[in-house]
């Protein structure tokens, strides 16, 4: 069995920086990638940034610049570092977790992340 935790959201001015974690743990052996996706009410989940096991990383347009993410393979942990956030940044925020040995897809359950004007 695997668990995926997130943690890190809340409220925070426009402007403003969050780090969201993400730690993965049971039978998760080793991991290939792993990502955060958010959702907005109303929208569907989209990617926001991922992180491959040597370290290479893709970001949606939206958030380049202002966003970064990392990982820390020892502790099968992800991170999202979220600086200067925008309204349009409000969404729940969501990782996934991609099992190398057989591809296998695991999510958290979310964490909220809320910017206000």
């Known amino acids: 069995q695997v668990q995926v935790v997130e943690s890190g959201g809340g409220l925070v001015q426009a402007g403003g920086s969050l780090r969201l974690s993400c730690a993965a743990s049971?039978?998760?052996?080793?991991?290939?990638?792993m990502g955060w996706y958010r959702q907005a009410p109303g929208k569907q989940r989209e990617l926001v940034a991922t992180v491959t096991s040597d370290s290479s990383t893709n970001y949606a347009d939206s958030v380049k610049g202002r966003f970064t993410i990392s990982r820390d393979n020892a502790k099968n942990t992800v991170y999202l570092q979220m600086n200067s956030l925008k309204p349009e940044d409000t969404a729940g925020y969501y990782c996934?977790?991609?099992?190398?040995?057989?591809?296998?897809?695991?999510w958290g359950q979310g964490t909220q992340v809320t910017v206000s004007t």
């Open positions: 996934k977790v991609v099992r190398r040995y057989d591809r296998g897809e695991f």
């Open positions: 049971g039978t998760i052996f080793s991991i290939n990638a």
